[in-house]
């Protein structure tokens, strides 16, 4: 787990910044693992990213049935999300998607989770109280707002999600915003801080310098700084990182 020091810093990006970071160090292919391929909607976009470890639960709110289950199927989901460390944000499949039929969250739901140390969630479904769940702190990116809860209930928790394209492992380091979220795999977290860091330094001192570089150029001369200026870019990644993936 990181340090709370360190998701604190990760918070200060926007997740595409976080994301420029991650694709220098992972295995994975980034042009379409572990973020959303899907559109999302963040509905608390001045509460700004969150970073939080993932929670994962299923529902099915237009099943009556999941609501003649054992009665003590919310305690035990809730000792579930109130045993996994802080901070966490909830990542919620809704199994009736595409259609959606109630919310999962709403005011009760979004403060007695973020009690539980939660700072958000990510659903496919759907969210309401939007007001009274920003008052509680309790960010929300989501497929829509709905006005039933109709019967949502945890279905099944602790387990893969699949929600907005991209599949999501309880425990994950997620990093998100109102671009959408990031699922940092598990082998990559212990670069992430750093190699976000050097890749937005080196894009400041570099290709966003060489651009508003431009007071008393020519066009020619504006293009020269930004080809040195691109090749400088390069060769800072290819000296810290090397000229391949891993």
């Known amino acids: 787990m990181y340090e709370n020091v360190n998701l604190l810093k990760l918070k200060r ?4 910044t976080i994301c420029n970071g991650w694709e220098k160090i992972t295995k994975h292919d980034f042009s379409h ?11 608390m976009p001045q509460m700004g990213p969150m970073v939080g470890y993932a929670v994962t639960v299923k529902i099915e709110p237009r099943n009556i049935q999941h609501t003649k289950r054992n009665a003590n199927v ?6 579930y999300v109130a045993s996994r460390p802080e901070p966490k944000i909830v990542v919620v499949q809704d199994l009736d998607k595409p259609a959606t039929f109630g919310s999962f969250w ?3 739901n979004s403060n007695l989770h973020r009690g539980l140390g939660c700072v958000g969630t990510i659903t496919d479904g759907s969210i309401r109280d939007v007001d009274e769940m920003t008052n ?11 006005v039933s809860h109709a019967y949502s209930t945890p279905v099944e928790w602790n387990c893969e999600v ?26 990559d977290v212990d670069d992430l801080l750093d190699a976000v860091l ?6 400041c001192e570099t290709l966003i310098a060489a651009a508003r570089n431009s007071a008393g150029k020519t066009k020619p001369q ?11 870019f390069r060769g800072n990644v290819n000296k810290k990182f090397g000229s391949g993936k891993k």
């Open 13 to 16: 990006w926007n997740t595409p």
């Open 33 to 43: 693992e572990c973020f959303n391929l899907e559109e999302t909607t963040d509905f």
């Open 74 to 79: 919310w305690n035990e989901y809730l000792e």
């Open 106 to 108: 709403g005011e009760v």
């Open 136 to 146: 509680a702190g309790f960010k929300a990116l989501a497929r829509r707002l709905s």
């Open 162 to 187: 699949e929600v907005f394209g991209q599949k999501i492992q309880p425990g994950q380091l997620i990093h998100a915003d109102k671009h959408g979220f990031l699922a940092i795999p598990d082998e």
């Open 198 to 203: 050097f890749m937005d330094n080196n894009e």
């Open 222 to 232: 504006l293009l020269e700084i930004w080809k040195k200026a691109a090749n400088q």
